[in-house]
């Protein structure tokens, strides 16, 4: 018998984390939590149910019930789980991996975390929880990926890289070997990262330079 789940934030980022548990076969999706679509409208084929307001009653209607928050913005996603863990402490967050992801040995995968279609994860990585491992993203072995962390389609990396909470890696971004990006920084698309980065500050370009600081929570999407 499938897992019920509900998926929070009926966007793109949304209609492709529910479409990877429907390829995964373990899990049925009874719809999405939106604040912003009408309850009972569609999305892509499934329900609009409500807000997260409601779900401590789909919890209690739902055994085994799991839950994901698919809000592509770091901060965002993290101020949701905030909010499900206040309103709901019983519901469980479900982890997404796509059945073509290539995932190594002694690797964990924190929950809440997505890990998209042809990743691969080299083994002995570490991801944190309710991260997300973009399309075609590649992470070499010892990698530590802290709590709200990301990487975006296509990014690289090289071993013994660590990323802390909350900082983003864009689109095609590229991170040698060894190097180390702080808490809550943006590295720009088709960044290439050849030596540390500190936490709070924004770099792009090849080599990857510090263009300003960052407050925690500013957007970057």
């Known amino acids: ?8 934030g009926a966007s793109g980022h949304g209609t492709v984390v529910a479409d990877m548990f429907l390829k995964q076969g373990k899990f049925d999706v009874l719809g999405f939590i939106d604040s912003y679509k009408a309850a009972g409208s569609d999305h892509c084929g499934y329900r609009i149910l409500g807000t997260e307001a409601i779900l401590p009653e789909v919890l209690c209607r739902h055994y085994g019930l799991g839950c994901i928050v698919a809000i592509g913005d770091n901060s965002i996603r993290s101020q949701m789980v905030e909010r499900i863990e206040s309103i709901a402490p019983d519901l469980p967050f479900i982890t997404a991996i796509h059945p073509s992801a290539q995932i190594g040995s002694c690797v964990h995968v924190g929950a809440g975390s997505v890990v998209m279609a042809g990743v691969v994860i080299n083994a002995n990585t570490t991801i944190g929880a309710h991260c997300i491992v973009n399309t075609s993203a590649s992470l ?12 975006g389609p296509g990014g690289t990396t090289g071993g013994n890289v660590t990323v802390d909470e909350f900082s983003a890696v864009a689109q095609r971004a590229v991170i040698l070997h060894g190097r180390r990006v702080g808490p809550h920084t943006v590295v720009g698309a088709s960044a290439t990262v050849l030596k540390d980065l500190p936490g709070y500050v924004v770099a792009y370009g090849t080599p990857a330079r510090i263009i300003r600081a960052r407050q925690s929570g500013e957007k970057y999407l």
């Open 140 to 151: 070499d072995h010892d990698n530590r990926w802290g709590d709200f962390s990301s990487i």
């Open 1 to 8: 018998m499938n897992q019920p789940v509900v998926v929070v």
